[in-house]
């Protein structure tokens, strides 16, 4: 790292000059979020796919948009999970709507309920 940064005068310098090597310029950000937030939108549960790993690829796709400034609760990302399930989960998000506040519901307490369900 520090040969990239040799020839900088400051802090801010030899910060935007990692930032740009690493995430790439302000449009290359712009574009790979767009594609984050497409496949975000488009994510859904597969019949097959176990919770978990729908989870996993769920919070996979957040955590990257995070990393280019994406702001994301556990609130939204608790919708997503309700909203991406298979149809065989229908009955127990009705459970869970009507039983918990989905306002101050965690994704791990999300995900241990439902993998209740799907045992």
Partial sequence: LFPRIIGTNTVKEAWDTLKEEFQ????????????????????????SESVKDFVSRLMEIVNQMKIYGKKFTDQI???????????????????????????????????????????
């Fill in 24 to 47: 790439g310029s302000e449009r290359t950000r712009a574009i790979r979020l767009l594609h984050l937030r497409i496949e975000y939108a488009n994510l859904k549960m597969k019949a």
């Fill in 77 to 119: 990302v608790v919708e997503k999970v309700l909203i991406s399930l298979t149809e065989n989960f229908d009955s127990k998000i009705s459970a869970i709507e009507e039983s918990k506040d989905l306002s101050t519901l965690t994704v791990i307490d999300l995900i241990k309920s439902l993998q209740a369900h799907e045992q």
